[in-house]
Structure formats: C-alpha cells, structure tokens
C-alpha cells in the first residue's frame, strides 16, 4: 500500500458574511465572521501501485486538501493519514513563478518547485524537454511563448520525476493540440507501470478513463464509489452548477482541470 | 524541523534561480534596470556626504577618513538589511500560493528576499572597492574579516527574515512596524556615526545591535583600528544567534500548520 487515509478529516475556517438587522430588516453585510468547518470528515481510502484514485467533489476545496495532506503539506485533525513515501503533488505552474527564466531554467525551477532536489532535476532536463517537446528552444525566454508550454512542462515533469505517487490537482492542465492527445496514454502508462496516481476533476470523462477507484468528498462523510458512480455524480454536479473556486492567477482564467 | 533546514541546501540550485527571476523582475521595468542596485545607495551616499561633509560638518568627529568612503562601506550592507526587514513581513502572502502547493521548506521564501538583497550586495563590492581607491584609503589586513561580515549578515538577515516572516502570520501590523524597525536601524547602527561619538562605558553597550559588530567587521577592511574587544562582537554575535533560532522555532516550530495559516 503507497498511502492510505483512516477515517480522517480536516476543518478548516471560511469567511462568512454577517447577516445584521437593519431597521428591523435582516441584511447579508459587507463585515465577515470567520467560520470552522469540516473541509472532509470520514475518509478512509487507500491507494496502492498500479492504481488511479479519482477524487470528487462539488468544491474543489475539499479535494485539493486531501491531496495537501497526502503530499504533507497540511496535518489532519482527526483519523489517521499513511502518506506516500515519494509523492509528487502536481498543480498549474503561475506564470510569475517562472516568467523571466529560459525554458531551461523554467524545467529546474517547476521541477523544483515540485519538491525534486538539484541532484536529480540535472536527471531530467533532457527527458522532460523531450516529453514536452521543447528540445530546440531550451534557451529561448519562456515568455515567448503561450502558457499552454508551461504546462506541457509540469506534466512532463510528473512523467519523468522519480516518485511512486502522483497527484494532480484541480488546477492542473496539460497544454494542447497533440500534446493533450498523447497524454492520457501517459497517464495509462504511467499507472500501469506501478505508480499510484490521484487526481481531482470536474470531468466525467477523466474519472472514466483513468480511474480504478473514486472517492467523493461532502462536508460531512466521504464515500468510496466505482468510477462511474463518481463520472455520474459530476454529470449531476455539472448541470447543477458547481462552484467555481477562487482564482489568484491572472493566467487561470482557461477551463481548469486535467483533460485529454 | 531541523530535518525541514537540512533540506536547504540540497535545494540551492532552485533558489538561486529564484533569486535571479527576483532580480530580473525587480528592475525589468526601469531604463537603468539593474543599475539602480548600485545606483541608489551610490547616489545616496553623495548627497549624506555632501550634507555631512559640507553642511554639518559632521564627518570630522568619527575621525575615519574619507568619510565618503565610510559612508558608502555602510550604506551597501544597509540596503541589503532594510530591504529584508521590509520585504520579509509579506513573504508568506507574496509567495502564498506556491507556499500551499509546494512540499519546499517553508523557509525558502523568507531566505528567498534574503538571498535576493546577497546577490545585490556582492554585485556592489567592485563599486566599494572604486570608492576606496579613488578616496585615497588602501585595503589592510582586516579585509579579512570583509567574508566574515558577509556571513554574519546573511545569518542576521535570515533570522529577521524568519521572525518577522513568522510573525505576520500572527500579528498581520509587522508590516507597518518593519518600516519603523528600518529607521531605528539606520539612526542605530554606525553609518553615519561612530562609536567613537559615545563615552567608553556606553560603548560596549552599543553592540546589542547586532549590525553594529557585522559592520565593523566590513569596515576593518580600512580601518582596522574600528575593531573592538572581542567581548563587544560576542554581544553582537550572542544577538544574530538568538534572533535566528526565534525565526528558526517561529517558521518550523508551528510544523505544517503554518500553511494553513497563510
């Protein structure tokens, strides 16, 4: 088993907005008050190599912390958390974390970013710059060209990095055109060489394809679910309308969300 | 959390590609770009001269000449110290969302500005050296002491980068107070003044200021005769120590719940 969660959960704090009575009428105001509440409660899954575990849910908030506490960036409140002794959390590359470096130095800085050290990134400059299909303008600024490179360059990195778990998040997206074609049979390639992959979407078909197992995520309990009950559930939660999570980057304004 | 720094070094490569993107960012927008690293402190340091030297004559009572010299072996390593006390307090705000998703040490981005204000000072010492030639002063054998400064100021810069890194999480004002905290540094350490304008009993007193000890040592290049007893650096040196591990025990100590604080 690479990493498992038992009976775990995690509460985090969101702002409210104060409900006040003005001249006798209750009024939503400008003020906020800060409010706990149960990011996920109750999840128990495990991940084992060769699997893909598809996490769901109707706010990307709450799958993105469980990955933060899978990749040890958050702690659990309660239940108990195995993390991956090599996990690798993959999310969109900002465009101000690499903005005036080549796109050498744009493939040491993500990678790095990522968790990899100096040792091992010398490693995979070349293998990412093929993957990503950059090898002839490794020394070209990365601002000329779109940020569709940028992220051609992330998930060559997750392919290449030396870890036994990779996890996207939402925000991850894989370029396009011929490169977002071939990546779903990376992705394949990837799980059926024994890596455990996890990954957030909002995309039925993602689930579908890739997953071997689905989790979704509510306030208050968490169940494990086939993957077409998960692709189901985000076929419902599209029409519904999902909530769309906060954007800080000028650069997130694209659909979000690994697709292929 | 020792295991957290021990991670550091292996990472050296990645920051210092962090501090070059800083670099190139900072000074992308302006004609001069780079120049005005050197320039502002350069420029400053005339107009301290010319107001000192000719308008307060004050430059007579710390009987180091030039004096423009003394100034600008000051003003340098200043402008590496203000710019971390002003820059450290947004840190973890500035660098938030990388913070939260990436598994580097949380200390990466407070040494990040840290490192940032190295690269501008060692990029100021042929300006330094300049200086002293065409003032008329040698170099002697207190250059060297010149490296050892430098590291004492790295390990000064790092703890203040930590504590007040760690303490805007808590205490958001910081930011308002680093800017009251730099003037307190300029008027308090000797970049204008010299030990020397105090009586001895107050002398070794003045060391609680852990700059003073670091910028003696960068003027012993010089004037090697600004060096005090040795009892007077371990004031200042007991000093960088203890503002270190407080940053130390304020980033790492909190372990990962410090992310979910930012």
């Known amino acids: ?260 | 959390m020792i295991s957290d720094l021990a991670r550091l070094p292996g990472r050296r490569r990645t920051i210092s590609l962090m501090v070059r993107q800083d670099l190139k960012q900072m000074y992308r927008r302006y004609r001069l770009g780079f120049v005005w690293t050197l320039g502002e402190p350069f420029l400053l340091a005339i107009l301290m001269w010319v107001v000192f030297t000719f308008i307060f004559a004050g430059g007579r009572g710390i009987g180091l000449e030039p004096f423009i010299v003394f100034l600008i072996t000051g003003l340098y390593p200043f402008q590496w110290f203000s710019q971390t006390i002003r820059k450290s307090p947004r840190s973890f705000r500035r660098f938030g969302d990388v913070l939260q998703s990436s598994p580097l040490p949380a200390s990466t981005w407070p040494l990040r500005i840290v490192f940032v204000g190295l690269a501008e000072f060692l990029l100021s010492i042929p300006i330094i050296l300049v200086f002293i030639f065409l003032g008329g002063a040698s170099l002697t054998w207190g250059t060297v002491l010149f490296p050892v400064a430098i590291v004492l100021q790295i390990l000064l810069c790092a703890g203040f980068a930590l504590v007040e890194a760690g303490l805007a999480l808590r205490w958001p004002d910081i930011e308002v107070f680093a800017s009251i905290l730099t003037r307190a540094f300029f008027w308090g350490s000797p970049i204008l003044w010299s030990q020397k304008n105090f009586p001895d009993w107050l002398q070794p007193y003045l060391y609680l200021n852990p700059f003073h000890g670091v910028l003696d040592f960068y003027r012993a290049s010089v004037w090697p005769e600004v060096l005090q007893p040795w009892t007077s650096y371990a004031i200042s040196f007991g000093v960088i120590l203890v503002i270190l591990v407080v940053g130390i025990w304020m980033v790492h100590g909190s372990g990962l719940t410090l992310r979910r604080k930012v």
């Open chain 1, 1 to 260: 088993m690479l990493a498992s969660f038992t009976d775990a959960g995690l509460e985090g704090f969101r702002l409210k907005k104060k409900q006040q009575i003005i001249k006798g009428v209750p009024r939503m105001t400008a003020t906020h008050e800060r409010e706990s509440y149960w990011v996920f409660r109750g999840l128990t899954t495990t991940l084992d190599a060769g699997e893909a575990l598809v996490l769901v849910s109707r706010d990307p908030a709450r799958t993105n912390a469980a990955l933060r506490v899978w990749a040890n960036l958050l702690p659990v409140d309660v239940g108990q958390v195995q993390r991956p002794q090599r996990g690798l959390l993959v999310s969109a590359p900002q465009s101000r974390w690499v903005r005036e470096l080549s796109v050498e130095q744009s493939i040491r800085m993500i990678a790095g970013i990522y968790g990899v050290p100096d040792n091992a990134i010398d490693a995979l400059v070349a293998p990412v710059a093929s993957t990503a299909d950059v090898e002839s303008v490794l020394h070209r600024p990365l601002e000329d060209f779109s940020k569709k490179l940028r992220y051609q360059i992330a998930f060559a990195v997750a392919i290449h990095a030396d870890s036994d778990v990779v996890m996207f998040d939402h925000t991850t997206v894989v370029g396009s055109g011929d490169f977002r074609k071939q990546c779903l049979d990376r992705a394949l390639a990837m799980r059926d060489g024994g890596k455990g992959l996890v990954v957030t979407t909002t995309k039925p078909q993602i689930a579908l394809h890739l997953g071997t197992k689905a989790v979704i995520l509510r306030g208050k309990r968490a169940d494990q679910v086939g993957v077409a009950e998960a692709a189901e559930f985000l076929i419902r939660d599209k029409v519904k309308g999902r909530k769309r999570s906060r954007r800080r980057d000028e650069d997130d304004d694209d659909d979000s969300g690994i697709g292929f």
